[in-house]
């Protein structure tokens, strides 16, 4: 039997990549690292809800996991349309000068 | 009987002449106007003929009109034999005055809308005269005091008449006011309105509560009839055109106050204290209204007093129980006033407007029907015998010497007053040299036959309508001893009165303003009206202009009421203009709130769950 690693590690990756993904939503310019940003703090969220499914012997975790994915998908579609018409529209990705919905 | 046509003839004439007058000549405005009166006349005389003795209250029910609870009020008329006169007097004198009004109107502007008024104000009469209960009689009560304020703003150009419309409205209001008060207790009290009903309850109710209702209907004729305190817009009224003056401030609406009260005599009967305030308020209103006259100097404002002064002989003729004499007077003094009003008119017309007495005289030989036919009038109301005014003043003295003598010797005093004031009009108007600078002629037939049909009636109108007789089964007996005694008495101040006016006017003209120098206080007081006016203005009409504008306007409404209103507006305005510099546009300034907001719920959640009470567990 394998050594068991232990929970706290699946957390703690899970913590530093919903980090990063927080680091790069708010730091990066580009709408495609966002969007990417956007992902990984989902599946960080994933892999907390897996763990904490594996722990408690229980597969809620596991449905949640299997939904995040499939409004992921969704999200993924329809986000990369809207940034295909963004880019169509203004030639630009800058998230900075996406701002029409000021006041 | 088909009662219901009496008053719609004339509402017949106001909506066609209001709706079409403007397209219409002259002539048929004319036509429309005075065959609604005439027919009115026709139809009540036929009515009138048709009832015969009128022994019993002949009532039409049409339809009910309120029905709520308890209250039942129909659209019901009725005629009896007071209601009989006032018909006569109102449709009759009606008559005569419109068809003067053709002479009198026929240079004025707004031709159509006057006589769609008078109209409108004849429909509101008859209803108030034919009114079965108290409320169908406020209609035409409240009917006949918007017309006279539209009639009295008829010059709605000169600042001076809207005023004048204005002050007739308000001041009336506080006599309906107390009216409306007596309706409320009359139907808390007896549960109905209707005069049968009232009338026949009356007797078994309390001294107590017939006294209030009795003084509340007081206070509301006072307002109606121009007596003390509420007399004050009766004066400012002759701003209206003359015939105006003559129907409804004279011979009709004024009339309205006695009206009511005579009608209400089974309330007023035992209500003493109440029929004692209406002899006084009465004669304080003669004595008061007759001194004012003496020294008036325009020709409309002198009758104008006079008509506040004689309607105080009709409310001492209703507050001393002679009921039916204070009717008397009120058909007379129809008939003579009317004349005075239209002859003053007429005068008005020859001069083309002028209305200062110090500006007339002379006029005898220039306008000869006008002078004769105001003289019937003026030896009428000065109570030369056997003139109409001579009886029914004579008939209200000897009430009041009954009831209580002092109010028959101030009655007196007023009568020799009466005759001074009219005849120093008449004298400064016709005797003496032409003062003024228009020139004079007479007014045309259809304007002068119409005060020859008045002063016959003047002249004769006493002797030839016996109304106390008439009416005799219609009020209370009363017994008032013959007292031959007093008649003498009452001429004779009549006599001096004349005598004193021709001495002052035509035979030494200079007494009159070395006397007025003489009494300088007195002249002043008087020619400035006791300054009632300028007492209302400072201690009524100020306080509560000046505690409408500064307490309720720019304090309650403006301060408070707007304050809150604006000052809730301004605040979501103000968060707003902070909250809108969250709204950057900036996607990641949003998120930066998100994580923000997020790290800072985590953290409180924390703390919340190491406090003692357990956290959200």
Redesign the interface.
């Known amino acids: 039997m394998m050594t068991q690693v232990p929970i706290s590690w699946f957390l703690t990756l899970s913590a530093i990549l919903f980090a990063l993904g927080?680091a790069g939503?708010?730091?990066r310019r580009s709408i495609i690292t966002?969007f990417m940003s956007i992902e990984l703090m989902l599946n960080a969220v994933n892999l907390s809800f897996v763990t904490f499914s594996y722990q408690n012997k229980s597969i809620d975790g596991h449905l949640y996991a299997f939904f995040v994915m499939v409004v992921a998908a969704a999200e993924a579609a329809v986000g990369l349309a809207i940034i295909l018409t963004i880019f169509k529209n203004r030639s630009t990705l800058n998230?900075?000068d996406?701002?029409?919905?000021?006041? | 009987m088909q009662l219901w046509l009496i008053p719609i003839l004339p509402l017949a004439g106001f909506v066609i002449n209001g709706l079409f007058g403007r397209r219409f000549s002259k002539a048929i405005v004319n036509t429309i106007a005075i065959g609604g009166v005439v027919l009115a006349f026709a139809w009540v005389l036929k009515t009138l003929l048709g009832l015969g003795a009128m022994d019993s209250v002949y009532i039409e029910r049409y339809f009910t009109w309120i029905q709520s609870g308890s209250l039942h009020i129909g659209c019901d008329f009725a005629v009896d034999r007071l209601t009989a006169v006032m018909l006569l007097v109102v449709t009759g004198v009606g008559s005569v005055i419109h068809i003067y009004a053709i002479g009198y109107m026929a240079h004025e502007g707004g031709y159509y809308r006057f006589f769609a008024y008078m109209n409108l104000f004849m429909f509101f009469m008859l209803v108030l005269v034919l009114a079965a209960n108290f409320l169908l009689l406020f209609v035409g009560w409240e009917g006949v005091g918007l017309c006279s304020y539209l009639l009295i703003g008829f010059y709605f150009d000169k600042q001076f008449a809207t005023n004048a419309g204005n002050k007739a409205f308000i001041v009336n209001r506080i006599g309906d006011f107390g009216f409306s008060l007596a309706m409320f207790l009359i139907f808390v009290n007896f549960g109905s309105l209707d005069f049968g009903s009232v009338f026949h309850q009356a007797p078994s109710a309390s001294t107590e509560l017939l006294t209030t209702i009795g003084l509340l209907l007081l206070v509301g004729a006072c307002g109606k009839s121009a007596q003390l305190p509420l007399y004050v817009w009766l004066p400012d009224a002759m701003a209206g055109p003359t015939p105006v003056s003559a129907l409804i401030h004279a011979a009709t609406m004024v009339t309205a106050g006695v009206y009511m009260t005579s009608r209400s005599w089974p309330i007023y009967v035992h209500a003493p204290p109440a029929m004692d305030a209406i002899a006084i308020v009465g004669i304080a209103t003669a004595f008061f209204a007759a001194s004012i006259g003496l020294v008036q100097n325009d020709i409309k404002k002198v009758f104008a007093y006079s008509t506040v002064s004689q309607l105080g002989y009709m409310f001492v003729g209703v507050g001393c129980g002679a009921f039916s004499a204070g009717i008397w007077h009120l058909v007379t003094h129809a008939f003579f006033k009317a004349l005075l009003f239209l002859g003053a008119g007429s005068v008005i017309h020859a001069l083309s407007g002028e209305q200062d007495l110090r500006n007339m005289g002379g006029l005898r030989g220039k306008i000869p029907w006008t002078f004769w036919t105001m003289m019937c009038a003026a030896v009428a109301i000065a109570g030369v015998p056997p003139f109409s005014g001579f009886f029914s003043k004579d008939a209200i003295l000897l009430a009041a010497y009954h009831h209580a003598p002092w109010m028959y010797w101030l009655g007196v005093v007023t009568a020799g007053m009466t005759a001074f004031y009219v005849f120093r009009a008449m004298f400064l108007t016709f005797f003496g040299s032409y003062r003024g600078h228009e020139h004079p002629h007479e007014s045309p037939p259809v304007m002068w036959i119409p005060l020859a049909i008045l002063a016959a009636l003047s002249l004769v109108g006493g002797l030839l309508f016996k109304i106390p007789d008439f009416l005799q089964t219609s009020f209370p007996a009363q017994e008032v001893p013959e007292n031959p005694s007093l008649m003498p008495i009452s001429v004779a101040f009549g006599l001096i009165g004349i005598f004193v006016a021709w001495l002052m006017y035509v035979a030494r003209p200079a007494m009159a303003d070395s006397l007025a120098s003489a009494f300088k206080i007195l002249y002043t007081t008087l020619y400035n009206k006791y300054f009632v006016d300028e007492i209302y203005d400072a201690t009524i009409v100020k306080p509560v202009v000046g505690g409408s504008r500064w307490v309720l306007w720019k304090g309650a409404d403006a301060g408070l009421i707007d304050g809150s209103v604006n000052g809730v507006g301004t605040l979501a305005q103000s968060v707003g203009g902070v909250l809108r510099r969250l709204q950057s546009g900036n996607i990641r300034s949003y998120a930066t709130w998100v994580l923000f907001g997020s790290v800072l719920a985590i953290v409180a959640i924390a703390i919340a769950s190491t406090l003692p009470l357990g956290g959200l567990q």
């Open positions: 927080v939503f708010l730091f966002v998230i900075d996406i701002e029409s919905m000021k006041n």
